[in-house]
């Protein structure tokens, strides 16, 4: 693990005026867009949520067209944030923890020539609510035109006195076509079925497949996973921090019971959340540094 000082170091970066990013702003809520050759990224500072991911024009990212943008609860789609647990995985009562739907602030924006960086804090400590625990996160999101990548790397620190668990996962929503979407990689692995009350199962088939509601927390998966449809491939990297996998799409009767979600949006997404979950939480003493990181690589068909 790294170090709190590294961590505080990182969080102390200015961003530079000659990075490759703009500010904007939609109904109050600010975001930043950093780009890279072909490619851009808009990350709205309310949960640090990167919210879209184009290259060439073409968005490679779902959001739903009934998000909300008032602050009051997490954006639908995109790329969530979930700290200090995923799911109810936690001993929080709001699904996914609160840090997506906490306002993070923009610490630092550097550009090379292939890549761009954002880099954003939160520490905000809720005494009176079910995670007392002083924490310092850091997520830092890259993209690269050159190489088709969006990177994204969570730090969790614990400057306090007292150790603190968590689980986490970043909660990607990819564009796909869901009807003809596969996930692969996950052969052999042992998943929690939630829709069969999370009994613990093997995965037998070749590719994960959607003909109805999926809902898996995978364990120990593999270091790439992909994420296909016709128009593209998605190879999904990530480090050993990240052990698990969730794979879900709400499909129709879920789709239309969800307030901020079309009825029909099932069709253009299918999610794979790169996270800890399932696997167990992860336990930081006091001073102690937790990180983890996915990496996508979009293949894009011409």
Known sequence: ???????????AT???????????????MQFVIISSGAATVTIYLHGSHVASWQHGGKELLFMSENAVYNGTKALRGGIPVCFPQFGDLGPCKAQHGFARNLPWT????????????????????????????PYHL???????GAERTLAQELVVAN???TQFSFTTALHTYFKVNALEATVGGLRGCKYLDSLDGRVE???????VCFASEVDRIY??????????????????????????????????????????????????????????AASGP?????????????????????
């Open 201 to 207: 199962k093997v995965d037998l088939e070749e590719e």
């Open 159 to 161: 400057p306090g006195t």
């Open 106 to 133: 923009l610490v630092g924006v550097t550009a090379t020539a292939t890549t761009t960086t954002a880099r954003f804090a939160l520490c905000s400590v809720q005494p009176e609510s079910e995670f007392p625990f």
């Open 14 to 28: 200015a961003p530079p005026s000659d990075a490759a990013y703009t500010m904007g702003e939609r109904s109050g």
């Open 138 to 144: 850091t997520n830092e999101v890259t993209v690269s």
């Open 1 to 11: 693990m790294a170090t709190l000082a590294q961590a505080e170091e990182t969080a």
């Open 219 to 276: 364990m120990g998966v593999p270091r790439v996973v992909t994420v296909s449809d016709s128009s593209v491939n998605f190879d999904i990297g990530t480090t050993a921090t990240l052990s698990d996998g969730i794979v879900w799409n709400p499909w129709i009767a879920k789709a239309a019971s969800m307030k901020d979600y079309g009825d029909e949006e099932w069709r253009d997404h299918v999610c794979h959340e790169a996270g800890r």
């Open 282 to 302: 992860v336990t930081l003493a006091p001073g102690e540094v937790w990180s983890g990181t996915q990496t996508i690589t979009a293949h894009i068909s011409s």
